[in-house]
């Protein structure tokens, strides 16, 4: 396969260990990056932002740049050792995440997608759903899911 590693980030602390992974990964290959983010927008209703330092809303697609800019340069700076970072592609898309997840990496002939997932188990992941886990279902390729280490909750 000459198709890209794709991680598929949500800007969370668990898609910036799976971007690191799949940097990783796609240096260990020679394979080229791509790091995909799902604005969840559906087109029949879309949606807008209002950042905290600003009095008007943006649409989430502007936001979204935005923040995958900032995401994109602390994981450069902060893993300068990656070459796959510094020429990694960087997709944008609309839609509802582990569908269009999977329908970017179809388009790309990826060879591997790498997801972020929050580890959770039992009640809560049944009621929340995940996008990991629907990602794994229906992918036509290998899914690498990296999970970040639990949380402890204080209370």
Do not use: N
């Not at 893993?79 to 509802?96: D, N």
């Not at 179809?106 to 591997?112: F, T």
């Amino acid at each position: 396969m000459d198709g890209p590693v794709v991680a598929a980030v949500d800007f969370s602390e668990d898609s910036r260990l799976a971007l690191e992974w799949a940097a990783r990964q796609a240096g260990l290959e020679g394979a080229p990056l791509m790091i995909l983010h799902v604005v969840h927008d559906p087109a029949a209703s879309p949606g807008f932002y209002h950042k905290p330092d600003e009095k008007w809303l943006r649409p989430m697609v502007d936001i979204a740049e935005d923040m995958m800019e900032r995401f994109l340069a602390t994981a450069k700076a902060d893993h300068p050792h990656l070459p796959a970072l510094a020429s990694a592609q960087v997709k944008l898309v609309s839609g509802l995440p582990a569908g269009r997840i999977v329908e970017v990496a179809g388009e790309a002939d990826a060879r591997l997608v790498v997801v972020g997932s929050r580890g959770r188990t039992g009640l809560s992941s049944i009621l929340l759903g995940s996008v990991a886990e629907r990602v794994v279902q229906i992918c036509k390729v290998p899914v690498v899911v990296v999970k970040a280490p639990e949380h402890e909750v204080s209370g």
